[in-house]
């Protein structure tokens, strides 16, 4: 009877180890977290770290806020989720809706647009990048081609990013003949959802003027954009 209950014991014990293990925690004092094995450990030099995926990120003993080994399950996806590094150049592409809000002239706006946006940016620091942005608009009868610098700022950098931005540009018409652009503008913020340290999914809600001239009638107007897309 020990021997069974032994037996059994030691086959739960076997059970309850299965799928867990241990991996290497690096938090940063910016709120990012990173996961994988440690290659050199924290001294005064700073800690080497190798996520699952093979990347190797090197952060000075300033950076980091302490570093830990936890048990993990081999089947948690979120241990292989980590935060868009934020380094370097960078580029958005998000499509996006704009509902017409206030008015034009003295009536009300009711004309909406689709659109097609990519900004090609550059990271100056993790918090703040600096871009070109280019665009296809359809708005009914007539398109625009927006042509803007972009700002954005990262108050923090984790799995779940908040985000804000800035643009102005210039809403060109040259797909159509009549049609005149003019100046844009645009402010807003969202959030960064991070895939890996080259991928994210972004989401935000703003608000955009834009100018421009059908002919004779002046249509400038304040528009209400909502954006989804991709960041590598």
Same mark, same amino acid.
């Given at each position: *009877? %020990?021997? !069974?209950?032994?037996?059994?014991? *030691?086959?739960?014990?076997?059970?309850?180890?299965?799928?867990?293990?241990? #991996?290497?925690?690096?938090?940063?004092?910016?709120? $990012?977290?990173?996961? /994988?094995? !440690? #290659? %050199?450990?924290?001294?005064?030099?700073?800690?080497?770290? *190798?996520?699952?995926?093979?990347?190797?990120?090197?952060?000075? &003993? &300033?950076?980091?806020? $302490?570093?830990?080994?936890?048990?993990?399950? +081999?089947?948690?996806?979120?241990?292989?989720?980590?935060? +868009?590094?934020? %380094?370097?150049?960078?580029?958005?592409?998000?499509?996006?809706?704009?509902?017409?809000?206030?008015?034009?002239?003295?009536?009300?706006?009711?004309?909406?647009?689709?659109?097609? +946006?990519?900004?090609?940016?550059? +990271?100056?620091?993790?918090?703040?990048?600096?871009?070109?942005?280019?665009?296809?608009?359809?708005?009914?009868?007539?398109?625009? !081609?927006?042509?803007?610098?972009?700002?954005?700022?990262?108050?923090?950098?984790?799995?779940? =990013?908040?985000?804000?931005?800035?643009?102005?540009?210039?809403?060109?018409?040259?797909?159509?003949?009549?049609?005149? /652009? /003019?100046?844009? =503008?645009?402010?807003? /913020?969202? #959030?960064?959802?991070?895939?890996?340290?080259?991928?994210?999914?972004?989401?935000? !809600?703003?608000? $955009?003027?834009?100018?421009?001239?059908?002919?004779?009638?002046?249509?400038? =107007?304040?528009?209400?954009?909502?954006?989804?897309?991709?960041?590598?």
């Amino acid at each position: *009877m %020990k021997t !069974i209950l032994l037996t059994l014991l *030691m086959v739960l014990s076997g059970l309850a180890a299965f799928g867990q293990d241990k #991996i290497d925690v690096v938090y940063l004092k910016d709120g $990012r977290v990173i996961k /994988g094995s !440690i #290659i %050199k450990p924290l001294d005064a030099n700073g800690v080497q770290i *190798m996520t699952t995926e093979s990347d190797v990120y090197t952060f000075s &003993a &300033a950076e980091v806020s $302490r570093v830990t080994r936890e048990e993990i399950q +081999h089947d948690n996806l979120r241990n292989k989720v980590f935060v +868009h590094d934020g %380094k370097g150049f960078t580029n958005i592409t998000t499509l996006g809706y704009g509902f017409g809000i206030g008015s034009v002239g003295d009536a009300n706006n009711e004309e909406d647009y689709f659109a097609l +946006h990519t900004v090609n940016g550059f +990271h100056i620091n993790r918090m703040i990048s600096l871009g070109l942005g280019l665009g296809v608009e359809g708005y009914g009868d007539y398109e625009l !081609i927006p042509l803007y610098a972009d700002i954005r700022v990262y108050p923090s950098l984790t799995e779940w =990013a908040p985000f804000f931005y800035g643009n102005l540009g210039y809403g060109l018409g040259v797909l159509e003949k009549d049609v005149d /652009g /003019g100046l844009m =503008a645009g402010l807003g /913020g969202g #959030i960064q959802r991070s895939v890996n340290p080259n991928l994210a999914l972004v989401a935000s !809600i703003g608000y $955009r003027y834009q100018e421009n001239t059908t002919g004779t009638t002046d249509l400038n =107007a304040s528009y209400l954009q909502l954006s989804v897309g991709v960041k590598f």
